[in-house]
C-alpha cells in the first residue's frame, strides 16, 4: 500500500523556520517526482515546490531564496525547509506524488505563521 505521511508542521512567528518531512511507504521517492502543494483556508491548492528524479527543483515564485526541497533517499522522504516564513505562507502544506499516472496525497500538515 502506498502511503504518504507529512509531519513538521506548527505555529511560527514571521520570519521563523519550518522544516516540512514527507515520509513515504509502498514507494521509493528516489525514483519519483514529488511535489509539495499548499492550501490556505477558501483558496485553490498551489504548487509549492517540486524535485525531479534527476534532483532538480523548481519553485513557486512566491517561495524562492526562502523555501529549499530536498530528498533522503535512505529514509526514503523528501523534505521541505522553509526559513524566513511569512503570514501569507499560513496553510496546508500536502506532498504528492503519481505512481504509473495516478496521483498520491498525504493528509497534509497544518502551519501558521502569526505573531
Known amino acids: 500500500q502506498i502511503r504518504l505521511v507529512e509531519s513538521g508542521g506548527g505555529l511560527v512567528q514571521p520570519g521563523g523556520s519550518l522544516r516540512l518531512s514527507c515520509l513515504a511507504s509502498g514507494i521509493d521517492l528516489s525514483i519519483d517526482t514529488v511535489d509539495w502543494y499548499r492550501q490556505a483556508p477558501g483558496k485553490r491548492r498551489e504548487l509549492v515546490a517540486v524535485?525531479?528524479?534527476?534532483?532538480?527543483?523548481d519553485y513557486d515564485d512566491s517561495v524562492k531564496g526562502r523555501f529549499t526541497i530536498s530528498r533522503d533517499n535512505a529514509k526514503n522522504t523528501v523534505y521541505l525547509q522553509m526559513n524566513s516564513l511569512k503570514p501569507e505562507d499560513t496553510a496546508v502544506y500536502l506532498c504528492?506524488?503519481?505512481?504509473?499516472?495516478?496521483?498520491?496525497w498525504g493528509e497534509g500538515t497544518q502551519v501558521t505563521v502569526s505573531s
Open positions: 524535485i525531479y528524479s534527476s534532483g532538480d527543483t
Open positions: 504528492n506524488t503519481y505512481v504509473y499516472d495516478i496521483p498520491y
